[in-house]
């Protein structure tokens, strides 16, 4: 089985900071995959918006970058998103995956259960 555990999510104001935290078991997690943050707002796709690879180049989507830095711990099978000055447009559940977007098996599509950020004016 592979499992994805996002946390770290909260209730913050304008302005504010948060980190994300991403912990992976199973054959997800490796040193040859890219791994990345996905986020969905209500009534919108859900959209990648950070994503870092084997060689810990990264990617950010225009409407965050500047705000956000993606890492990776290979030791811990864990991934951070580091998030400030944050927007209430930043509102999303946000989600962690890999390549292929979404890492997959057999058919079979592996997402967790994402953490909420809300953000207050």
């Known amino acids: 089985q592979v499992l994805i555990v996002e946390s770290g999510g909260g209730l913050v104001q304008a302005g504010g900071s948060l980190r994300l935290s991403c912990a992976v078991f199973?054959?997800?997690?490796?040193?040859?995959?890219?791994m990345g943050w996905f986020r969905q707002a209500p009534g919108k796709q859900r959209e990648l918006i950070a994503r870092?690879?084997?060689?810990?180049?990264?990617e950010y989507a225009g409407s965050v970058k500047g705000r956000l830095l993606i890492s990776r711990d290979n030791a811990k099978n864990t991934i951070y998103l580091h998030m400030i000055s944050l927007k209430p447009e930043d509102t999303a559940v946000y989600y962690c995956?890999?390549?292929?977007?979404?890492?997959?098996?057999?058919?079979?599509?592996?997402w967790g259960q994402g953490t909420q950020v809300t953000v207050s004016s």
């Open positions: 199973g054959s997800i997690f490796s040193s040859h995959n890219d």
């Open positions: 870092i690879s084997s060689s810990e180049s990264t």
């Open positions: 995956n890999a390549d292929p977007w979404p890492y997959t098996i057999n058919g079979r599509e592996y």
